[in-house]
T-cell receptor, first 115, second 113 residues
């Protein structure tokens, strides 16, 4: 086990709604990244947070936003849900000390279904 | 455009044989490349990292090679076992800043008893 937990495990929402997904990293892991994984595809980078500041962003619209808290937990918020947002959402943490990280430790993911 | 391709969607091999998975990339100059294992409904699990100045790296029954001229990495599992059945993902850092990973779509490996 990686020590990274996510909640909830599964979630069903309807188009246009908003959702908040949560992640708890290992103590001491200052960097957290969020990924979206569609069925049959590899994870796609959404954004990364280092010491509560956004540290990089992938090709996702502003309706995907995040927060990182001092207690090593973080959130991914998605507004105005679309059908294509249905995917497995993964968070990954890293014990980096400078925002630069290589190996990432993934949580089990949250499976989101948008109807 | 930048692209990462992993060989075939599925690979079936007999128990005890060596599985070889391929990761090809174009228009990247990664400082390192990583391999992950992913089981159904689970998050990826880190296996190995190989840097651009390393030709080969081993860990138990796993071996990774990295050819920056061919822009290719090979991932080998020797003496494969049914428990090795999973999807294997290669990933690299496209920006060189080590702030994000770009993943291939994965190769699903099934080891038949």
């Amino acid at each position: 086990e990686t020590g990274v937990t996510q909640s909830p495990t599964h979630l069903i929402k309807t188009r246009g709604q908003q959702v908040t997904l949560r992640c708890s990293s290992q103590s001491g892991h200052n960097t957290v990244s969020w990924y979206q994984q569609a069925l049959g595809q590899g994870p796609q980078f959404i954004f990364q947070y280092y010491r509560e500041e956004e540290n990089g962003r992938g090709n996702f619209p502003p309706r995907f936003s995040g927060l990182q808290f001092p207690n090593y937990s973080s959130e991914l918020n998605v507004n105005a849900l679309e059908l294509d947002d249905s995917a497995l959402y993964l968070c990954a943490s890293s014990p980096s000390t400078s925002g630069v990280q290589e190996t990432q430790y993934f949580g089990p993911g949250t499976r989101l279904l948008v109807l | 455009s930048q692209k990462i391709e992993q060989n075939s969607e599925a690979l079936n091999i007999q128990e005890g044989k060596t599985a070889t998975l391929t990761c090809n990339y174009t228009n990247y100059s990664p400082a390192y490349l990583q391999w992950y294992r992913q089981d159904p409904g689970r998050g990826p699990v880190f296996l190995l990292l190989i840097r651009e100045n390393e030709k080969e790296k081993r860990k138990e029954r796993l071996k990774v090679t990295f050819d920056t001229t061919l822009k290719q990495s090979l991932f080998h599992i020797t003496a494969s076992q049914p428990a090795d059945s999973a999807t294997y993902l290669c990933a690299l850092d496209p920006s060189g800043s080590a702030r994000q990973l770009t993943f291939g779509s994965g190769t699903q490996l099934t080891v038949l008893p």
